[in-house]
């Protein structure tokens, strides 16, 4: 009994983490038990395509530069930034396709029911010589380089992808040693569930059928 709730509550992280969403369940409305078990199912999705991305990748995860986690906001596929790019630049290195290329299999032959984020990340160093403005611009120009590759080279479904850039702001280590900047420049290949928005019409109290609404709406 107590997986059972461990699963559900893993699955609601899963799918309105990254979404910056909450889900309000209604005790006892047959809406919200059929809402939690299709999290469920798709909770074993995740999990079961982490264990074939792990196979796949095992090469590079062995070599340190991909790592595979179950997080919040869903199965994060994290790239070592200096695979995918050279300094100061979008373009994806053609040493990193092969890797592109395992990702893309799976998104497409195995997981066609999730969504996927790109999040382009760097370190703290400022800009100086490669023309970008800011970090901003480089990481978001990096989401996008993957994001095309995977819609155009890999025939993933536009309306699957979505990119974001978020500089040197959200770090994973420390930027006062090397290895630490080597860390931050990443990408993260993001595999979320897909999520469905019922919008309240004419009354503040969640509706019958289970209600998403984004945290700042909710008092």
């Known amino acids: 009994m107590k997986n059972k709730i461990f699963k559900i509550a893993l699955a609601v992280l899963l799918t ?57 906001k869903g199965l994060v596929i994290t790239v070592v930034g200096d695979l995918l790019f050279d300094s100061g630049k979008a373009k994806i290195k053609s040493e990193a396709f092969p890797l592109l290329n395992k990702v893309a299999a799976v998104l497409k032959e195995n997981m066609a029911q999730f969504q996927v984020g790109i999040e382009g990340h760097t370190d703290n160093t400022p800009i100086k010589h490669s023309g970008w403005k800011s970090n901003w611009e480089l ?49 993260e290949i993001v595999i979320l569930p897909r999520t469905t928005k019922v919008k309240n019409q004419g009354s503040s109290a969640p509706v019958d059928t289970g209600l998403v609404e984004p945290k700042e709406n909710l008092k």
């Open 16 to 72: 309105f983490g990254l979404a910056g969403c909450t889900f309000i369940f209604q005790t006892g409305k047959r809406s919200d038990a059929q809402k939690i078990k299709d999290l469920s199912a798709q909770l074993d999705d995740l999990s079961a395509a982490k264990k074939l991305l792990e196979d796949r990748l095992s090469g590079e995860i062995q070599d340190k530069q991909v790592k595979l986690q179950m997080m919040e």
């Open 139 to 187: 990481s978001s120009a990096r989401a996008l380089s993957v994001l095309h590759y995977l819609e155009k080279k890999e025939e993933i479904a536009p309306e699957r992808l979505s990119a974001i850039g978020y500089g040197e702001f959200q770090s994973v280590a420390s930027n006062d040693t090397r290895e630490g900047r080597k860390l931050n420049r990443r990408v």
